[in-house]
């Protein structure tokens, strides 16, 4: 129990931590001032690109499976009644496997797995276990559904690939920047975003 209470009291902090950032970030964009940059070696960047965020986040992808399954036969020798009961059984296999195989065909979230991500003034970049490090620019999005409260973000990239989701701590940091280079001067205005935006200023007397 102490264990998991230690984890948990240290994602939280993390937590805290990135939203404190997001915050700050968003208060000192809104006010001129340049996006903080960071240092990236290894990977190759456009000569007009900059490395806002190093982080690491749950990645998956909306994706169908491939629904196979091996349809079974049956050569049964016997009575009428025996024959008759052994492809029944077939059958009836095989029928559950068809609807096992239509299951795992339908998309759902998958590749599941904890991947560090780099966060550019162009697009979010991901290092997934079987295909290494993966672009995501943000001019080829064509639906962007940030919820903060749910520490999550999901981007749609009509038929180019299979929707991203990014969820954890550094949510809010993500969120930010990716709003900011999808959809420019709007994103201060989106309700969706209003946990990281600084509160309206209040009138006074």
């Not at 096992?100 to 991500?117: D, G, K, M, T």
């Not at 966060?119 to 276990?129: E, F, G, S, Y």
Request: glycine fraction near 8%; aromatic fraction near 10%.
């Amino acid at each position: 129990m102490r264990k998991r209470m230690d984890v948990d009291s240290v994602a939280v902090a993390e937590a805290d931590q990135w939203m404190a950032y997001a915050r700050g970030a968003a208060r000192a964009y809104l006010m001129g001032h340049p996006p903080p940059l960071i240092a990236v070696h290894g990977l190759i960047l456009d000569s007009d690109e900059a490395a806002l965020v190093q982080a690491v986040s749950f990645y998956s992808r909306w994706l169908p499976g491939d629904g196979r399954y091996v349809q079974r036969s049956t050569f049964a020798v016997g009575g009428p009644l025996f024959v008759a009961g052994s492809l029944a059984a077939t059958a009836i296999g095989n029928s559950r496997r068809a609807q096992a195989a239509r299951y795992e065909a339908a998309p759902r979230w998958r590749q599941h797995q904890s991947s560090p991500i780099l966060l550019t003034n162009k697009r979010v970049r991901c290092c997934a276990a079987l295909s290494g490090w993966l672009s995501f620019d943000y001019g080829a999005v064509t639906e962007f559904y940030p919820d903060l409260d749910r520490w999550a973000v999901v981007f749609s990239f009509g038929d180019r690939c299979a929707p991203l989701r990014l969820e954890g701590p550094a949510v809010p940091a993500i969120v930010l920047w990716t709003a900011i280079g999808i959809l420019g001067p709007r994103w201060r205005n989106d309700p969706r975003l209003a946990p990281i935006l600084p509160p309206p200023a209040s009138g006074g007397a």
